[in-house]
């Protein structure tokens, strides 16, 4: 499976950046930053933020990407994005519990701000699978499972929801704040401009709290297993949430139209808001956000996908390994049902979720009995 995933993440240069290419968003971004203005707003584009000229390049770009998703003027960007958010912060939930797992010490997964940042500037698409495949390809907690080489430090999981606010979510609320209603255009920019780097604050605010707590978290298994949860569970709100949002006021749009005002019918549409526009189909897109719409939805149909695909093997392992055997039948059942409900990454983080128990339950049971015999 983690060729697969690889193949994932090498299929986004064809998908998005290729298909932005020839369907005009490219062009539509570069015009936007060479005019100096917003896109779709009467206001000055920003181009300074940190005085470093590469870097200030790049957060424009972003900038221009950014504002046609949070300005309102596009309901079926804005119900995409809200869906979209929830599977970033669960599915990085999941990137960061396997980054502080005892088998993952020393390896490439365990730095996710390298990926995070890369998913920030080359995609939620390309990253996510990258650094699932990478686990499954290096990591002896895909490969043999065991209570020992899952566990994650219980000062991690306890903070790691708070973090998760502090890090990704207070910063994605601040730029969503209306302009010029709330804040100036101006400042929604720089708003924009400081929540890009949210994986890095996370894996940084993670990697502060291990060392200045750690002496204030005695290890105990009972509580560990506790704190475990409470992430999953958070992780799974936050996925099924916005997914179950996203879908019901599409679907409403349709059911019971005299909720919306006219002009919103045809924006609202599922057949608009979760539309799958294929690369070879010859699309043109006439604005930055519908050329950013068909971009993000193939982000998140891939990055979802590999979330997915990686927390199936995992699961399976598992389950081959413990049980010595894995009823597909069902299996696929139970993630076709959670997938429409939650999303595939909320069905992602209950397998997740599923597999950790097993293994924490089969595997600590058997260390006691053979600590017993040995005794």
């Excluded at 005002?261 to 979760?274: A, I, M, Q, Y």
């Excluded at 339950?361 to 600590?371: A, G, I, L, N």
Aim: net charge positive; with cysteine; hydrophobic share 50%.
């Amino acid at each position: 499976m983690k060729y697969v995933l690889f193949s994932l993440s090498a299929f986004v240069f064809y998908a998005i950046f290729y298909f932005s290419y020839v369907n005009g968003l490219d062009t539509l971004g570069r015009n936007a930053v060479d005019s100096g203005k917003l896109p779709g707003v009467n206001a000055p584009l920003r181009t300074h933020y940190t005085g470093v000229e590469a870097i200030d390049r790049i957060l424009t770009l972003l900038t221009v990407f950014f504002y046609p998703t949070l300005d309102g003027q596009s309901p079926t960007l804005l119900l995409h994005s809200i869906g979209f958010s929830g599977t970033f912060g669960a599915a990085w939930t999941l990137v960061i519990l396997e980054s502080w797992r005892k088998g993952n010490t020393g390896t490439i997964v365990a730095f996710p701000a390298i990926f995070g940042l890369a998913a920030q500037l080359m995609t939620f698409a390309f990253a996510t699978p990258l650094i699932c495949g990478l686990q499954l390809a290096c990591s002896i907690t895909a490969s043999r499972p065991h209570a020992d080489n899952i566990r994650v430090p219980r000062v991690v999981l306890t903070v790691l929801p708070a973090i998760f606010v502090i890090g990704f979510m207070l910063p994605t609320h601040a730029m969503v704040l209306p302009a010029p209603e709330l804040i100036s255009v101006d400042m929604k920019q720089i708003a924009i401009a400081i929540w890009q780097p949210w994986p890095a604050y996370v894996s940084i605010l993670t990697t502060v709290a291990y060392y200045v707590l750690s002496p204030f978290f005695a290890n105990n298994q009972r509580a560990s297993l506790s704190s475990l949860r409470w992430v999953y569970a958070f992780a799974f709100a936050n996925a099924s949430l916005s997914h179950l949002v996203s879908w019901i006021v599409s679907l409403a749009s349709v059911m019971t139209p005299g909720l919306f005002d006219d002009r919103f019918l045809g924006p609202l549409h599922p057949s608009k808001v979760f539309s799958i526009p294929l690369p070879w189909s010859g699309l043109k897109v006439d604005t930055l956000a519908d050329g950013v719409h068909v971009f993000l939805r193939w982000d998140y149909m891939i990055g979802s996908a590999g979330v997915l695909i990686w927390a199936l093997t995992l699961y399976t392992v598992a389950h081959k390994q413990i049980l010595n055997k894995v009823s597909w039948p069902s299996l696929l059942l139970k993630v076709a049902l959670l997938g429409a409900l939650t999303g595939p990454t909320g069905a992602a983080v209950e397998l997740m979720w599923e597999r950790d128990e097993l293994v924490f339950r089969e595997t600590d049971s058997k260390q006691v009995s053979k600590t017993k015999k040995s005794t």
